[in-house]
């Protein structure tokens, strides 16, 4: 009886070590890599010299953030910290709109976990309802008018009431906002 328990206690802490060894995640060095993402990202957006790079870099980033992704689910801030979270959200905020759409619903679920910042969703949710030729909800989208010459808001879903949904998020008026694209913006009446 003896000989079996020890066995057994034994088999127990070998099997539980296992365990253990396999969970262990080195969230680390997971967050030096979405650093190293994130000033890439950034760099190819704010120098002259890396915009011929922009697509080739933002596919890596893609495949590195993709790859998180499938093996952990969508990284949230307590496993990557807040930058790494919003640089996944970052990376695939400037993917294409088959990409945004996959990952919506998991950017979703992180935010209602509190593991995301919900202004980030909201202005992926305008991004992607923008490409799909939708209204967006918030009010983050620009886009240049090619008739005009001028950048303009997408068109806003309920827009009297703009504000009060950005506000909701922590957001300024849509009308401070306006002013970082020197559009001077006016509610339009619907």
Not at 27 to 43: C, G, H, P, S, W
Not at 89 to 107: D, G, M, N, R, S
Not at 114 to 128: C, G, H, M, Q, T
Not at 149 to 161: S, V
Request: charged content about 25%; aromatic content about 12%.
């Amino acid at each position: 009886m003896k000989i079996i328990l020890a066995i057994t206690f034994i088999a127990l802490l070998v099997s539980n070590q296992f365990a253990f060894s396999q969970t262990l995640i080195d969230t680390i060095a997971i967050q030096k890599e979405l650093n190293a993402i994130f000033e890439r990202d950034q760099y190819i957006r704010k120098s002259d010299d890396s915009a011929q790079f922009r697509t080739m870099i933002d596919s890596i980033n893609l495949s590195k953030v993709e790859a998180l992704i499938a093996k952990y689910g969508w990284p949230g801030k307590s496993f990557v910290g807040a930058k790494g979270n919003y640089t996944v959200w970052l990376v695939i905020q400037h993917a294409e709109l088959e990409t945004q759409e996959k990952y919506l619903p998991l950017f979703e679920k992180s935010v209602a976990n509190s593991e995301s910042r919900a202004v980030d969703l909201a202005y992926l949710k305008d991004r992607v309802l923008m490409r799909q030729n939708k209204n967006q909800i918030y009010g983050t989208q620009v886009w240049m008018n090619s008739a005009t010459g001028l950048q303009e808001f997408w068109p806003i879903e309920d827009e009297k009431n703009v504000n009060a949904r950005r506000a909701s998020l922590g957001m300024p008026p849509i009308e401070e906002y306006a002013k970082y694209f020197g559009i001077d913006y006016k509610a339009t009446a619907r």
